[in-house]
T-cell receptor
């Protein structure tokens, strides 16, 4: 199993350009997440999905859109990139669990994005 | 106040030392607690879950104090390979959504 994969690994954009980050998982996980990680701030949740065809906002959703057309894929879009979106983006997935949230999130290797 | 607070470190310790990290969380309704490990420029990976009664996994011991809302991680007999950033992670309780809150991490550097 490849686990969670992300493409691209690195990208440089100019302000105003658009791009899509792709996350794929082969573990048949129900839940998928997009985070950004900035120095000194920890990972912050951008959007997440609890199943195919459903998405929801996290704590920092502005400037991003997502889609989950297939269970194994979760796409993160930047319609008009801004320098403030320079960050490392991590995708994660997890099983759906019952009761207390004792679920493990499996992370992809990350995408480093630089917006000039 | 941050939802999850950690001392950023770095903690510089010699091989073989015992080192402990603490983490405090603000949401008293949180029910799930974890320690993740993140190597430089890599993705976070689950180190261990933290259970109410405390739990141990080899050289690693995790403790939870609900009354004081803090979590600890103890590493015994430190190895060079333990050098990494350790993330304290707590579930977002009471929001109706499945999400985790990550601390910004404590950096550990084990010296030869």
């Amino acid at each position: 199993n490849a686990g969670v994969t992300q493409t691209p690994k690195f990208r440089v954009l100019k302000t105003g350009q658009s791009m899509t980050l792709l996350c794929a998982q082969d573990m048949n996980h129900e839940y998928m997440y997009w985070y950004r990680q900035d120095p000194g701030m920890g990972l912050r949740l951008i959007h997440y999905s609890v199943g195919e065809g459903t998405t929801a906002k996290g704590e920092v959703p502005d400037g991003y859109n997502v889609s989950r057309l297939k269970k194994q894929n979760f796409l993160l879009g930047l319609e008009s990139a801004a320098p403030s979106q320079t960050s490392v983006y991590f995708c994660a997935s997890s099983y759906r669990s019952q009761g207390a949230l004792k679920e493990t999130q499996y992370f992809g290797p990350g995408t480093r994005l630089l917006v000039l | 106040r941050k939802e999850v607070e950690q001392d950023p470190g770095p903690f510089n310790v010699p091989e073989g030392a015992t080192v402990a990290f603490n983490c405090t969380y603000s949401n008293s309704a949180s029910q799930s607690f974890f320690w993740y490990r993140q190597d430089c420029r890599k993705e976070p990976k689950l180190l261990m879950s933290v259970y109410s009664s405390g739990n141990e996994d080899g050289r690693f011991t995790a403790q939870l104090n609900r009354a004081s809302q803090y979590i600890s991680l103890l590493i015994r007999d430190s190895k060079l390979s333990d050098s990494a950033t350790y993330l304290c992670v707590v579930n977002k309780a009471g929001t109706g959504r499945r999400a985790l809150t990550f601390g910004s991490g404590t950096r550990l550097q084990v010296q030869p």
